[in-house]
């Protein structure tokens, strides 16, 4: 099963098309329990992303593949090594587990700042001392590897991936990633959400990429298939992505995807369309505020 839970909504009220806030204690059970029971693996959350973690340690995680990241480090603090196995030691209790399986830096460019080196040392020396078994960096273009790659051999890279932003395969870093032996997990295969919104709910400020909008529905409506399963079949057929991440709201949803990826391992792939964009002002959703601008 290439799917991994994502586990942002577990501690944030996650996502443009979220509209029922944070994931409750309860509903993480089930979702959980459902990603045991349907052969997921691997669970992804953050320090930074509220209490997911918390939330996680109280659900229960043994068994899982769990990916966590490290915030960005202050300029307040000392010692690198000891801040990095701090923060570690922190995940790991509130995980309730004894080691994680990757270990990201969420900014990924400060490996090539004063502390990059340091960064890069205190991660590795948790690896060796067999507290994490991958590290890694959790990047937003693949433009940032070339600058990194020098800096970090990572174990692990995860990336955004999906119909509209393409850039990790269409650059060549994905088939370079893993001719390299390194582990791809790729993120935000619906966009936060934007690529399943009926097309009458996407908001005013998208409306300059309406050209996208109508080919993207017009191709469903030709297909008679769901926006989940073509967000899906993407990276999921490609064979250098070992996990695709993807967050949920509720079991429901969950049961959803589950059916999806299993019909996109069975059925025949279907000619996706071509949504590739490059405005940044789209595809990246730090910069959704500004779009309508």
Known sequence: MKLALGGAQFGLAYGVSNLSGQVSREAARNIVGLARTGGVDTIDTAIAYGDSEACLGEVGVSGFKVVTKLPAITGDVDSVEAWVRGQIEASLKRLGVTRIHGVLLHRAE????????????????LKQEGLVAKVGVSIYEPEQLASI?????PDLVQAPLNLLDRRLETSGWLQRLHEAGVEVHTRSAFLQGLLL??????PAR???????????HDWLDAHAVTATFACLQYPL?????????????????FK??????ADAKVMAPLPLPDLACADADLINPSNWNRAGS
């Open 197 to 202: 919104m009926p097309r009458a709910a996407i």
């Open 149 to 153: 790659m020098p800096v970090c051999a």
């Open 206 to 216: 998208f409306a300059r990429w309406n050209h996208l909008w109508d080919a993207w």
């Open 256 to 261: 959803t995807l589950l059916h999806d990826c």
């Open 237 to 253: 057929s490609l064979p250098q992505v070992g996990r695709v991440v993807v967050g949920v709201a509720s079991a429901e949803e």
């Open 110 to 125: 400060q490996l090539q700042g004063p502390r990059g080196q340091a960064l890069a040392h205190a991660l590795q020396a």
